[in-house]
């Protein structure tokens, strides 16, 4: 595909839908003002902080209603006629007098505000002041996204980073129009949510004495760390002024052992547990067979919900072994009341149990593949990892949803000779034997990292970038305007970007070394 002369003017991830670029400039001052409307204070704040300390400009914020022919105004408002947009949708126009960003919604308004900061030289992204000419071309652009759920998934159970680093992940999703962040919280080798009713969760379960490494050794560097529900509440906060929706994981019943070495009566046998040093799957889940676990699973979930006001809860369900179901009287006992055929549909009877739960409370349950079953009741959401991509499509094709997380693509933990950039750029989420009218059921997209082996900020930054971004355009621009090429040669200002960001990368010649033709 060729490139059009907009597309050598301005570079824009994920590219929008349609870009005019025009004669003329527009030039950012000390005289611009942003003209906006009351629902759109907050947003219009955003811009300003955006702006200030490149530009060293603190502009005026004026009401709309006292535009009185001032030039070199940033207007911010709300389109009335709604049915116009996609609800995150935009138009954005930059004209020599003004700079306009329309919106249905705040959420639309606030994706235009992501556009316009791109249009502008890469230094517009430095903490200092820059003295220099902040203009860009004047343009239209008209635009809204692929996919309602552009999604992250980071977990903080194998390796703890702490509220700065997810308010700094935030920030730059926020950048990429991605709007839901996946939070892994728990695991076998952490917990690290506070849970008020159950104090050893953190106390014991946030704790392990080390990591068996590569060489079958224990490190013995302790590895700890959990965020207060105040914590967590200024962070959903925080998430919700950029428009990402944040869906906490608790994982259940498998990938429990820290859960287990602070109360091992969940367990099967009982017996004693510690916070594990390795990773893999573990034999020791959850007892199916008692309710006390149910009554310990709805308490967490109960807090959760409290601090929590995504409708969806993810509760895991990946990976776990039928081993001590199958040794369990309490479980066996469940098989025999329940009329279960097997230890296989002990977990739909859990997930069953919560999800109608979750429905009781006005949530919706979200788990991985491996919940899928045809009893599985039908509002549950399914998160596509691996494996059984057929079941998955049998799931679409009733009219259940789905998100999808191809784990040979979209998984960024995995190093770049496994999946290079293009291979997850080239990954689209909608399967092509799936008959279109289904598509609707396939919310989006979702990147995940999962940090076994990533120790450290530096690290878990090298392994998201760029894949990210190329994420980022397969969530958001239409299917038949992604090109490659395209969008290598947009990565070049946006690494820039990044790195001005202070935000860790791998280099064109790292990732580029281990693209495969596809
Ligand atoms: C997973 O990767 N176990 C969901
Ligand atoms: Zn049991």
Redo the contacts with the bound molecule.
């Keep these: 595909m060729m490139e059009t002369k907009s597309n050598d003017i301005i570079s824009i991830i994920p590219k929008p839908i349609k870009v005019d670029v025009k004669q003329g400039i527009f030039t950012l001052n000390n005289n611009t003002v942003i003209l906006t409307v009351p629902d759109l204070k907050k947003q219009a704040e955003y811009l300003k902080n955006l702006m200030a300390p490149a530009t060293g400009l603190e502009l005026d914020i004026e009401d709309l209603s006292k535009k009185d022919g001032n030039i070199n105004t940033i207007i911010l408002n709300i389109e009335e006629n709604e049915k116009v947009f996609n609800p995150e949708g935009y138009k954005l126009e930059v004209s020599q007098g003004g700079i306009e960003i329309l919106g249905s919604t705040p959420q639309g308004v606030f994706y235009g505000i992501h556009t316009l900061r791109q249009l502008f030289p890469v230094e517009i992204e430095s903490s200092s002041k820059i003295d220099m000419e902040w203009s860009i071309p004047c343009t239209s652009i008209e635009d809204s996204p692929r996919f309602f759920w552009r999604g992250f998934m980071l977990d903080e159970s194998r390796h703890f980073f702490g509220k700065d680093i997810v308010k700094k992940m935030l920030d730059v999703m926020a950048s990429l129009k991605f709007n839901v962040f996946h939070w892994h919280l728990t695991d076998d080798q952490g917990w690290r949510i506070e849970i008020k009713k159950y104090p050893l969760l953190t106390e014991i379960g946030s704790k392990r004495k080390g990591t068996i490494n590569s060489r079958k050794k224990l490190d013995g560097i302790p590895i700890s760390g959990y965020y207060t529900q105040e914590e967590i509440r200024e962070i959903i906060g925080y998430a919700a002024e950029r428009f990402i929706t944040i869906i906490p994981e608790i994982d259940v019943p498998g990938h429990v052992k820290a859960a287990l070495a602070a109360y091992p009566e969940l367990s099967c046998k009982g017996g004693s547990f510690e916070v594990c040093t390795h990773f893999g799957i573990l034999e020791d889940v959850l007892c199916i067979g008692k309710e006390k676990v149910f009554d310990f699973i709805q308490d967490v979930l109960n807090e959760v919900m409290e601090i929590f006001p995504s409708e969806i809860i993810h509760i895991g369900g990946?990976?776990v072994p039928r081993t001590r179901w199958k040794e369990c009287s309490d479980c066996q006992a469940r098989i025999n009341k329940e009329g279960l055929e097997s230890e296989v549909d002990l977990q739909v009877y859990f997930t069953n149990r919560i999800a109608n739960f979750l429905t009781s409370q006005g949530r919706r349950l979200m788990g991985?593949n491996e919940i899928l079953n045809k009893n599985l009741v039908k509002n549950a959401i399914c998160q596509y990892?691996e494996n059984n991509l057929n079941e998955v499509l049998e799931h679409i094709k009733n009219n259940r949803n789905t998100v999808i997380s191809e784990?040979v693509a979209l998984y960024l933990n995995y190093r770049y000779d496994l999946i290079p950039l293009n291979k997850t750029y080239k990954y689209d989420p909608i399967p092509e034997e799936l008959d279109i009218k289904f598509h609707k059921n396939i919310f989006g997209i979702e990147a995940c990292v999962?940090t076994e082996h990533i120790t450290n900020i530096k690290e878990l930054e090298w392994r998201i970038f760029p894949r990210l971004l190329a994420v980022a355009e397969t969530g958001w621009t239409p299917k038949n305007k992604k090109d490659f090429q395209s969008f290598l040669t947009r990565l070049d200002s946006y690494l820039q970007r990044l790195a001005l960001q202070k935000i860790n990368f791998a280099t064109k010649d790292e990732f580029r070394k281990y693209e495969k033709t596809l």
Excluded: T
């Design positions: 990946d990976e991985w990892w784990r999962w």
